[in-house]
């Protein structure tokens, strides 16, 4: 709840005196009648600018600091300041005795390659662990949602199929009914057809095989022998123009005469066309091996007596030789032993067999990356990873070599930035060694205040607000860039909130660890309605205030903005020039009033 002005309460009363538009009246002396309605000052709500500030305080401290070690082990030859001391950027803060530096830097620079190849492939193979057990969640998510779709498609298809079943089972029951009565008159004519067939089936199957016996094979094996035949004389005809080759080749090797040259040319050609010979008589002989002709069987003839038809004739048409009616094979037979209706689901039955093998398979690559995901992580943690920055950094210095050394020990410190020296323990003359903490510098370019905000500011505040710091006499522009997002308990076990203020532009009348006040600007806004603060309430139900309406003091809710010390924003239930009460006093709600506008300063005065 916000913080109200005192109020000044309104008498009511035969003596009360009673503040008017023309000046100060004692109450009866106009009127003595008894039904006189009391006048209460109301304000008028105006359009304004608000503008809220949070006031906090804090402490001054620097956001960069460096601690600076000795690279050698030396002496201390100058230090040029002392704790507290303001200190300029470049400026040569301690410069070491040299006479004295010795190293032997070959083994450490042997030690410093070892080390740093151990750290580039513990973090090559860490980065790499790291980054499949990244892709292998990431991919855990992919095939999660793939397998959730690729069911859903399954279940699908199986619908599918089932409904298909179910449709097809349908028509078959109907179907059977219709047929149950046909098939009964039909099964003597099927029967006699079905023997007529068969007899002639049995007739061509004998005639083929006769055929095929006393013909096809013979005729067959006899070419097959004659490719064999010749496919021999050829392989002979290459084994003798590779012997007269080899011949030829001796003497060539014996004497490389042009006549022995030609000759070893001819028989080379020679035999070379001899196996070529050979090479295509093997190859027909082979093609003619793969070729044997099927030896009929009575399934071939049974099958293609799918050609007829069968069926119920009256004997009115003939049109084959031997005078049988060929009408007779007019019916469809097709499921017409049972009357069933077979559905023809062989489309999505393959296309759920494909969905289920797709399926599996992105279960089996689920299985494999969730095992991968959830496995140990093998790369480094946060520790092991500053551990081998600390080994490289003790490598590095272990790999100093002694004019290296040297050269570190004659260059000195020198301050890297603006700033303060915070923290010093040593003096000139001091023997330090290599690695010793030796001073630290705060920097002032980069400084902030760390402020503590009531647990209520943390809807008010937010990060990039702009700031003005109080530091002494001098103040500064800031910008709000850290927020914490918890309430902690203070010294009085209040809770608070604290955040950190950066000063803008810092100078050298800067002081690290002094408190400095800052006014933070939440919040603004223009040209809306506003009332003073005094004349709003708050209540366990939200904000409100009291107007007159049709004469009676009447409680209106309202809705607020932000506010300022002076003036709240009202966003909903009083709008611009409307009466507001500015103290209720003893009235009460309901009561018949007159409003008189509450007077300024300068009419108080008069």
């Given at each position: 709840m916000k913080k109200k002005k005192s109020k000044k309460k309104i008498i009511i009363g035969a003596a009360a005196v009673l503040v008017v538009a023309g000046g100060v009246t004692v109450a009866g002396q106009r009127n003595s009648t008894e039904n006189q309605i009391p006048q209460v000052q109301v304000v008028i709500a105006e359009k304004g600018d608000v503008e809220e500030i949070v006031d906090a305080t804090g402490t001054v401290g620097s956001e960069e600091e460096k601690t600076y070690y000795s690279p050698v082990n030396a002496e201390l030859k100058t230090v040029s300041f002392d704790q507290g001391d303001v200190v300029k950027k470049g400026t040569k803060l301690i410069e070491f005795n040299?006479?004295?530096?010795?190293?032997?830097?070959?083994?450490?620079?042997?030690?410093?390659?070892?080390?740093?190849?151990?750290?580039?492939?513990?973090?090559?193979?860490?980065?790499?662990?790291?980054?499949?057990?990244?892709?292998?969640?990431?991919?855990?998510?992919?095939?999660?949602?793939?397998?959730?779709?690729?069911?859903?498609?399954?279940?699908?298809?199986?619908?599918?199929?089932?409904?298909?079943?179910?449709?097809?089972?349908?028509?078959?029951?109907?179907?059977?009914?219709?047929?149950?009565?046909?098939?009964?008159?039909?099964?003597?004519?099927?029967?006699?057809?079905?023997?007529?067939?068969?007899?002639?089936i049995q007739s061509k199957y004998q005639a083929a095989l006769y055929t095929y016996k006393t013909e096809t094979l013979p005729q067959y094996q006899q070419q097959l022998?004659?490719?064999?035949?010749?496919?021999?004389?050829?392989?002979?005809?290459?084994?003798?123009?590779?012997?007269?080759?080899?011949?030829?080749?001796?003497?060539?090797?014996?004497?490389?005469?042009?006549?022995?040259?030609?000759?070893?040319?001819?028989?080379?050609?020679?035999?070379?066309?001899?196996?070529?010979?050979?090479?295509?008589?093997?190859?027909?002989?082979?093609?003619?091996?793969?070729?044997?002709?099927?030896?009929?069987?009575?399934?071939?003839?049974?099958?293609?007596?799918?050609?007829?038809?069968?069926?119920?004739?009256?004997?009115?048409?003939?049109?084959?030789?031997?005078?049988?009616?060929?009408?007779?094979?007019?019916?469809?037979?097709?499921?017409?032993?049972?009357?069933?209706?077979?559905?023809?689901?062989?489309?999505?039955?393959?296309?759920?067999?494909?969905?289920?093998?797709?399926?599996?398979?992105?279960q089996s690559d689920l299985a494999s990356e969730k095992a991968i995901a959830e496995a140990d992580s093998t790369s480094l943690t946060k520790e092991e990873k500053e551990k081998l920055k600390v080994t490289d950094n003790l490598s590095e210095l272990d790999a100093k070599s002694a004019e290296e050394l040297v050269k570190e020990g004659k260059k000195g410190i020198t301050a890297e930035f603006n700033g303060i020296i915070s923290k010093a323990d040593i003096k000139q003359g001091a023997a330090v060694t290599q690695g010793m903490e030796l001073f630290t510098i705060e920097n002032t370019d980069k400084a902030s205040v760390d402020v503590t905000l009531s647990k209520y500011d943390y809807n008010t505040v937010k990060e990039g607000q702009s700031v003005e710091i109080t530091l002494g006499d001098n103040t500064y522009q800031g910008t709000v860039t850290k927020m914490s997002h918890i309430a902690v308990q203070n010294e009085k076990g209040t809770p608070v909130i604290s955040a950190t203020v950066s000063i803008d532009d810092p100078d050298?009348?800067?002081?690290?660890?002094?408190?400095?006040?800052?006014?933070?600007?939440?919040?603004?806004?223009?040209?809306?309605?506003?009332?003073?603060?005094?004349?709003?309430?708050?209540?366990?139900?939200?904000?409100?205030?009291?107007?007159?309406?049709?004469?009676?003091?009447?409680?209106?809710?309202?809705?607020?903005?932000?506010?300022?010390?002076?003036?709240?924003?009202?966003?909903?239930?009083?709008?611009?020039?409307?009466?507001?009460?500015a103290d209720l006093g003893d009235y009460t709600e309901g009561m018949e009033v007159q409003a008189v506008p509450e007077q300024t300063g300068e009419d108080a005065n008069e």
């Open positions: 040299t006479e004295d530096l010795e190293k032997d830097n070959r083994k450490a620079e042997l030690n410093l390659k070892s080390t740093k190849y151990d750290t580039k492939d513990t973090r090559n193979k860490s980065d790499k662990a790291e980054k499949k057990q990244k892709d292998a969640k990431k991919n855990v998510q992919e095939l999660e949602k793939k397998i959730k779709d690729k069911k859903a498609y399954v279940s699908s298809l199986k619908a599918q199929i089932s409904a298909a079943q179910r449709e097809a089972a349908a028509q078959a029951s109907a179907q059977a009914a219709a047929q149950a009565q046909a098939q009964q008159q039909e099964a003597q004519a099927k029967a006699q057809a079905e023997a007529k067939k068969q007899e002639e022998s004659d490719l064999n035949v010749q496919y021999n004389q050829a392989q002979s005809d290459y084994n003798q123009a590779d012997t007269t080759y080899q011949m030829a080749f001796a003497t060539w090797q014996a004497d490389p005469s042009d006549e022995n040259t030609q000759a070893l040319d001819n028989a080379e050609a020679a035999r070379t066309q001899a196996q070529l010979a050979m090479q295509q008589a093997q190859q027909t002989y082979n093609d003619l091996k793969q070729q044997t002709p099927k030896m009929p069987v009575l399934s071939d003839f049974t099958e293609s007596s799918a050609d007829y038809s069968w069926g119920i004739s009256d004997g009115s048409d003939a049109d084959d030789s031997d005078g049988e009616d060929s009408s007779s094979y007019g019916y469809d037979y097709s499921g017409s032993d049972s009357g069933t209706v077979t559905a023809d689901t062989s489309a999505l039955e393959s296309a759920l067999e494909t969905a289920s093998d797709e399926l599996a398979e992105l050298e009348d800067i002081f690290l660890g002094v408190d400095a006040k800052v006014k933070i600007y939440a919040a603004s806004a223009k040209n809306v309605v506003t009332l003073p603060v005094e004349v709003v309430n708050i209540g366990k139900e939200g904000s409100f205030c009291y107007v007159i309406e049709d004469g009676l003091v009447t409680k209106r809710n309202i809705t607020t903005g932000i506010s300022s010390e002076d003036y709240v924003e009202i966003t909903d239930g009083i709008k611009e020039g409307e009466e507001v009460i």
